[in-house]
């Protein structure tokens, strides 16, 4: 290949090397370094499946075309390469009136270039995105964001349809550099400067359901056997034997849609001399070098006309700018902080966490630094810097089990940090403490959406085997709680308008595990048998995301809109003084919930005029709702969101589901007697029967 020459200023004509095109196994290596699929002793666990965004541009292009490569490389390199499926999204942004002609000519490229759908069972799908009614979208002042947020939601929605839970994208280093720079104009500092992450959760997808957290519960994999099972129904079959776990209803969410960008460490040159080598044509869109359209296109124009100062833009493909090596050492320092706040997670110890509620209950380690030889090597004031950093992150994700949120800032959990960790008081000189510090621990306050409260920690407690208890708070355990609603703002609200009829098929189907004699009792079912009641098919529900905490699927077979909202203390003063003879055994279930506030965070299914129907997630029904007929009664099904717990807990813990914490259930208002959970150490979960 044909080195390019270029004029210095001191008159000589140096050789300007042209970038080299990637090899696959270098690719390889790459993806791999962020992408974990289920791994064998012999090699990859196939067939497994692949979802690539292509655009046709160089970077997207380059990307398919690397895949196709690998999985050509043999089992020299990893065995099972060769039976990875890959599907590939084309968007169709619908922002031009030749954007779907130009959809159609990136399929063709792939199909007469690399037969990616003649060689798999998986074929190129255009994805259209849907703009409102009546919206100019090049005219709208947020263009860019909003076609970012309908282009992942599109994207997210179909991976979860195809079942495939990681999605890689074409961004290479040019688009870190450039989102650096863009941060730096919009005044980030410190973390903000760390660039684009190689592996996350896909983003702008929080409430849709598949695509965020959620959708994974077809499937169990087993802690004694990474092996993937599914059953016929949601009762544990007899002829399946342990320790194989089957399909059946779960407490939890899990799932979600990854993406990956494995392309980060190559520049775009080297790009498209992969594509150049390959014989392979790539187009260009025009938006993205109109420096007029957004900043990102203006700081690309600086970047390509090299009109930036070398130490923002080396202007080399081979030689990093000082920004880019600021911004590397940021992201890894970014890295190691999460590592030791994960390896302080695995050391906390849950004494109880009950999903009807979020009501939580932790004992955390007395320093949030787990183990770190380079800690030690740093002064004094340095290390109470890196405590508070690896100990907002911790803090955090303790948080992130209980709260609505789903980006809650560090910087809003300095108080909570400083309230959690004693020894950051201790360790700490004057004058050091954030705002809102002062005198002894706060022993309870809010952040991020929870309520968390310092109690004392039972004396007959001891720690779980393999922890160390010189680690944790000898002496107090941490309550954390949703916080309660602010009068001031809009409850959490989700509209379940009427589930339509399925015409087509008179009988009565399964829609996603909700049947029409689900959450009816056995001598409702025989009444029904006895007076030949109909039974209609519906059309399946969405699954909503209410107030970032349950997922909730609700089945309206009423005429009327109903909603999902919070047990507020009207709502519940109408039940309670309504008479109702369940109303013991409902106090008892609101009791067993914990700190009285936690009652009103609890969803509560109610109809049109503001009446409670039922609670959900603990299994009560008012008599409004036993008063409708029963072809008329909601159901629904209920999932806390995904929780991650610690590993060491999760092993060496019993997590019971079917239960509730009064030991009954009522299924449209008929008793069903359930066995009280037991008192098991490490953490407790209880959730309703759903």
């Known amino acids: 290949m044909k080195s ?181 104009v919009s005044g980030y500092r410190g973390e903000g400067l760390r660039g684009i992450s190689e592996e996350r959760e896909i983003p702008y997808c929080k409430g849709v359901y598949g695509a965020s957290q959620s959708g994974g519960r077809d499937y169990v994999v087993t802690r004694e056997e990474n092996q993937l099972v599914k059953a016929q129904d949601t009762n544990v079959r007899e002829e399946i034997l342990e320790p194989v776990e089957v399909y059946r209803e779960q407490g939890f969410e899990y799932g979600g849609v990854k993406i990956c960008r494995p392309l980060m460490d190559y520049s775009k040159q080297e790009l498209e001399a992969t594509l150049e ?29 090299r009109l930036l100062p070398k130490a923002l833009d080396s202007g080399s493909h081979q030689v990093p700018s000082a920004l880019t090596m600021a911004a590397s050492n940021i992201r890894r320092n970014y890295q190691r902080r999460n590592e030791q706040a994960a390896l302080s997670y695995q050391a906390c110890d849950i004494i109880s966490f009950d999903a009807r509620s979020g009501h939580f209950q932790v004992r955390i380690p007395n320093s949030p630094v787990h183990s770190d030889p380079e800690f030690h090597l740093l002064p004094g004031y340095q290390q109470l810097t890196e405590m508070e950093h690896i100990g907002a992150r911790l803090v955090r994700m303790l948080f992130n089990i209980v709260s609505p949120r789903n980006d809650i800032s560090l910087q809003t959990l300095k108080v909570a940090t400083w309230a959690m960790f004693g020894n950051l008081q201790k360790d700490s000189p004057p004058g050091s403490r954030p705002v809102g510090v002062t005198g002894p621990r706060p022993s309870k306050c809010t952040a991020g959406g929870v309520l968390y409260e310092r109690i004392e920690k039972p004396s007959e407690d001891t720690p779980l085997p393999g922890v160390q208890p010189v680690l944790l708070d000898p002496d107090h355990i941490w309550c954390l709680t949703r916080e309660s609603y602010n009068k001031q703002l809009a409850e959490p609200t989700c509209i379940v308008p009427p589930t339509t009829p399925n015409e087509r098929s008179p009988a009565a189907t ?181």
Not at 290 to 296: F, W
Not at 539 to 566: A, F, M, S
Not at 650 to 665: D, P
């Open 4 to 184: 390019g020459l270029s004029m210095s200023l001191d008159g000589f004509v140096h050789s300007k090397p042209s970038p080299v095109p990637i090899q696959p196994a270098r690719f390889l290596k790459s993806l791999l370094k962020i992408w974990r699929p289920p791994m064998s002793s012999n090699g990859l666990s196939g067939p497994l499946k692949l979802a690539l965004a292509v655009s046709g541009g160089a970077d997207s292009m380059a990307l398919a075309t690397l895949c196709h490569q690998i999985r050509k490389l043999g089992d020299a390199h990893l065995s099972g390469l060769s039976d990875i499926r890959l599907q590939v999204f084309i968007v169709d942004h619908k922002a031009r009136t030749e954007s779907t002609r130009e959809a159609m000519q990136v399929v063709k490229f792939l199909d007469k270039y690399l037969g990616l759908s003649k060689e798999s069972e998986l074929k190129t799908r255009i994805l259209p995105l849907k703009w409102p009614p009546g919206a100019v979208p090049s005219e709208l002042p947020d263009f860019e964001t909003e076609a970012r947020r309908l282009r992942y939601q599109a994207l997210g929605i179909a991976c979860y349809e195809a079942k495939i839970p990681t999605l890689l994208l074409g961004h290479h280093r040019a688009d870190g550099n450039e989102t650096v720079l863009m941060r730096l």
């Open 277 to 305: 080598e390959a014989g392979i044509p790539w187009v260009t869109d025009p938006t993205n070098h109109d420096p007029k359209l957004s900043i990102r296109n203006t700081i690309r124009y600086l970047m390509q006309r």
């Open 510 to 690: 399964r829609v996603s595990g909700i049947t029409a004699d689900s959450q009816i009792s056995t001598r409702a079912k025989q009444r029904r048998r006895k007076t030949g009641v109909n039974q209609t098919a519906f059309h399946e529900p969405e699954w909503q995301l209410w107030d970032g905490r349950y997922w909730i699927q609700v089945l309206n077979p009423t005429d009327t809109i109903l909603k999902i909202c919070p047990l507020s203390p009207d709502r519940l003063l109408r039940v309670v003084t309504g008479g109702d003879k369940l109303l013991p055994r409902l106090k008892k279930a609101l009791r067993s919930l914990g700190p009285p506030h936690v009652r009103y965070t609890l969803p509560a299914i109610v109809d049109g005029e503001d009446r409670v129907l039922a609670l959900p997630t603990v299994d009560f029904v008012s008599p409004t709702f036993r008063a409708l007929a029963e072809d008329r009664r909601p159901r629904w099904r209920v999932r806390y969101k995904r929780v991650v717990f610690p590993k060491m807990v999760r092993e060496e813990s019993e997590v019971r589901e079917g239960s509730g914490g009064t030991g009954e259930v009522f299924e449209n208002g008929e008793e069903k007697e359930l066995a009280e959970p037991k008192g098991t150490r490490g953490i407790l979960v209880w959730m309703s029967q759903l």
